[in-house]
């Protein structure tokens, strides 16, 4: 990729080269990634060699700052290949800055001209054309490091998979080993808490039984007796 630009630059491209499948009687496409590295709003246009061959859309556009946008370019389907499966087509896509809010349709015809004053750089592409077997090789060979990647994570996944059944296993043996302690604490607390209520209930019990011994012993028992059952007996109706 090449710019008349200089130093900084306006746009950048991705990929720096148009490479298209080439099959006979098949069309074929490729997309850029077109990047506004500025805060400006920027315009571009897309020229080739050979605009009968590829059909470009969007072919102009404005980029707003630090956005991108998306350019497809197709190559019509071809009746003849190429010497050697050369192409000596060229790309060239102009870029310069705009005021805000300008619409592709506002753009002056002469703005990417070397008489406009604005600055208009200039990032020039090559085309290669792919016989199939080689994208074919390519994908087998994508497809072998997508079928690593996912072995890896497998991997991966699996050994969590054990971790985490270890830490559960692990929980699950310290929740018993707590409950046993608990159920022991329980044991050896209870009897001794029984034979305490027992020697206190005992122990009332016997106050009881001094104090209602004294009560029926005394002179005066009879008579409380006769006075507590005059206040409980009701009176007679009339």
């Keep these: 990729m090449s710019t008349s630009g200089g130093g900084n630059q306006l746009i950048s491209v991705h990929p720096d080269e148009l490479r298209f499948i080439f099959e006979l009687e098949k069309q074929s496409f490729c997309d850029l990634k077109v990047v506004n590295n500025t805060e ?39 009746k003849e290949c190429p010497p050697d499966m050369q192409c000596k087509d060229k790309f060239l896509l102009q870029s310069t800055t705009v005021p805000q809010h300008t619409d592709v349709d506002d753009l002056p015809a002469d703005i990417f001209t070397k008489e406009s004053n604005g600055k208009v750089e200039e990032c020039k592409l090559r085309v290669l054309y792919i016989p199939p077997s080689s994208a074919q090789g390519n994908g087998e060979e994508d497809g072998l490091t997508s079928c690593r990647q996912s072995f890896d994570g497998n991997v991966a996944l699996q050994r969590l998979k054990d971790e985490k059944d270890v830490v559960v296993s692990k929980t699950q043996q310290l929740q018993q080993e707590l409950d046993l302690l608990k159920r022991r604490k329980y044991r050896e607390k209870g009897p001794g808490f029984s034979i305490t209520f027992a020697l206190v209930a005992g122990l009332i019990g016997i106050i ?23 206040i409980l007996t009701p009176p007679p109706k009339l």
């Design 208 to 230: 009881l039984g001094v104090l209602i011994k004294l009560w029926f012993s005394s002179p005066s028992a009879i008579e409380n007796t006769e006075v507590l059952t005059e």
């Design 40 to 78: 400006n709003h920027v315009a571009f246009k897309v020229k080739t060699t050979s605009p009968k061959k590829y059909f470009v859309r969007p072919n102009s556009g404005v980029i707003q700052p630090w956005d991108s946008c998306i350019i497809r370019v197709t190559l019509q389907a071809q």
